[in-house]
C-alpha cells in the first residue's frame, strides 16, 4: 500500500503543464531518434544529460526515459519501411516487419508495432514498480564480493551478447573498465595513468566518451559509406487494433516476461529481449512458417519483448547500480550526475524517486500510444531527409554535447579520440555497448575487488564462498566457458 | 588485409597494449610511505585488466578467424574526408574566439555540400544554396536553443 501512495505522488507531481510538455517533446524526440538510423536511444540519451542538466532531477529524468521509450518504439519505423533497423532493438521487428510492408501493409505493420510496444512498456511498468523494492531488498545484504562479481558479470554478458564474436566484446568491455582507471583512483585519489596532466586527473568523463563512441563513430561510419536512396511505399491504415491485444495475449505475456527478464540481467540489453522473445513465439506458435514472411505474432513479439526490456533495464540500475542494458548505463549516469545515487540504499533513502522513474515510464508509453496515433504519417519525412544533410548536424549536436556538461575544450578531445578509435574497432567487428558498460561499472569492479581483498586481508575465498558471491561467481566462470568451443564440445559429447 | 590477418594483427595490439597496461600498473606507486593496506593499491585493478587484455588478445591472435563480419565497408577517401573536416571544426576552430553559429555553419554547409555531390547530386548553384540555407538555419538554431533555452555555454 505504501508503494501505491508513493507512486500516487509522483504521477501527481508529473501532470503539470511543463511536464506534460517536456514528456511530449522529448518522446517525440525519441522517435525521431530511433527512426534515423545510426542514431541510437543510448546517443539520444547522451545528448539530452547535457541539455537537461540544469533541470531539477525528477524532469531531467523524465526527459531521459521519455528519450529512451521513443527511441526504440521509432526504431521499428525504419525497419518496417526501410530494411535498416533504426536501432539495434529494432532488428528483430524488422524481419516479419518489412515483410508485411513489402505485402503492402506497412500501416498494419505500424499499428502492431505500437500495439506491441504499448503492451511490452505497460507490462514492464508493473514490473518494475513490484521488483525494484524486492531486488533493492536483496541487495541490501550485499557486500563487496557480490558487486565486484555483479559487475563484472555485466559488462562479460554484454561482451557475450551484444555482438557477433564475444571474445572481441570482452575485449571492448575490459577497454571500458580500464577507461574509467583513468584520473584520481577511488580510495586514495592517488593519480592513475594521467601524465601528470589536470586534464585527465578528473579522469575520462562519461559523457563526452559516450557522444564519442555512439555519435562521432557513427558520424564516420554513415559518412564513410555511399548514402541508399530511402524508398518508401505508400502506407495502409496506421491505427492500432485492439483485438490484436486479445488475439495474441498469451505471445504478449510470453514477450514482456522475456523481456523484463533479459532486461534485468546485467548489461545485456533491449535487442537480445526482441530476439529472445521472438524466438520464443517462434517456438510456441501455430505459424511458425510465418515466422520472418510476415507473421503478425512474430512482430507482435519482438516489440512486446524490446519495449518491456527498458522497464526491465532500468530495474537493476535503480535497485543494483549495475545497468541492464548500454541505455540505462548512460541514464543511470544521468541519475548521479543529478545527485540521485542508484543502489540498494535508493529504496531506504530516497523511495520517492524510484517510484518517479515508474510513473515517468508510464507516462513516457502513454506519449508513444499517442504519438502511434497520430504522428506515425508526418514523421514519414525524417526518412526523406538524406543522410549527408544529417550528419554533420549530428556531428555539431556531439561536439556541443561532449563540451556542455563541463564546459571544458579538453572533453571535446575526448569525444573525438574515443569517436575515431570505435570507429576503427567496429569496422573490425568489435561492439561498442560492452565498452560503455565497462566505463560505467569501471569504479565498482575497481572499489569492490579492493574492498573485498582489504575485508578478507587479501584471502580470496570470501569472494566463493558467500552464497551469492558463490553464485554470481559461478556465472562469471560459466558465461566464458560457455564461448570456448572446447568446452562447448565436451558438453554436447557428455550430454 | 584478410579477415584472418587483420584479427591476428589486432590480438597482438590488443596483447601489447595490455602488456603496457600491466607494466605501468606494477611499476604505480603502491603508497607503501601511507601505510595502506597492500590490498588496496591503486594499481591493482589496472593490472587484473592489463593481464586479461594479454590473455584475450593473444587468445584472438591465434584461434581460428571468426565467422563474425567486420562492420561497414566505406571508402577510405570518405573516411578521410569526414574525418578532417570534423577535426577541423571541433578541434582546429571551437574555443579560438570565433562565434559558435558562425564555425557551426561553415562547417555544416562544406560537410554537406562535399557529401552530397560525392554522392552523386551535380555541383549547381541551387544545391549550394539549399546546402547554405540548411546550414546557417541549423547553426542558428542549435546556438539558439542551448544557449538561451538551455542555458548552455557554448565553446
Known sequence: MEGVAFLGKSLAGLLGPWQILYALGATLTGIVIGILPGLSATLGIALMTTLTVKMAPTDAILVLVCVYVGAIYGGSRTGILLNIPGTAANAAATLDGHALARKGQAGRAMGISTTGSVAGSLFGVLCLATLTPLLAEVALKFQAFEFFWLALLGVLMSGSLTGNDPLKGWLMGFLGLFTAQVGLDGIHAHPRFTFGTNELSGGIALIPALVGAFGFAEVLMVLSEPAKKAMINAVDSILPRISDVFRYWKTILRSGAIGVFIGILPGVGEDMGAWASYAAAKRFSSEREQFGKGSIEGMMAAETGDNSAIPGAIIPALALAVPGSAPAAVLMAAMIIHGVQPGPMLMVNTPQFAYDVVAITLIATLCILLFGLVMVRPLMWVLRVPRPIIMPIVFVLCTLGAYAIAARVFDIWVMLVTGVVCFILRRQGFPVAPFVLGLVLGDIVDKNLRRGLVISDGDLSPFFTRPMAGLLAALVILTVLAQIPAVRRLVARVT | MQASSAERLYGFGWALFGAAVLVA???????????????????????????????????????????????????????????????????????????????????????????????????????????????IVAALVISHVFEDLFLVRLP
Open chain 2, 25 to 135: 600498473s606494477w611499476r604505480m606507486d603502491r603508497l607503501e610511505s601511507l601505510n595502506i593496506n597492500p590490498w588496496s593499491a591503486p594499481g591493482l585493478m589496472p593490472g587484473v585488466l592489463g593481464a586479461l587484455m594479454v590473455l584475450f588478445g593473444l587468445a584472438l591472435a591465434v584461434r581460428a578467424p571468426s565467422e563474425a563480419q567486420p562492420e561497414g565497408a566505406g571508402s577510405w577517401r570518405r573516411t578521410a574526408l569526414a574525418l578532417v573536416l570534423c577535426f577541423i571544426f571541433a578541434a582546429g576552430l571551437l574555443g579560438h574566439g570565433l562565434p559558435f553559429w558562425l564555425t557551426s555553419a561553415a562547417f555544416m554547409l562544406i560537410a554537406i555540400l562535399a557529401f552530397r555531390v560525392m554522392d552523386g547530386e551535380a555541383l549547381r548553384w541551387r544545391l549550394a544554396a539549399s546546402s547554405a540555407a540548411i546550414a
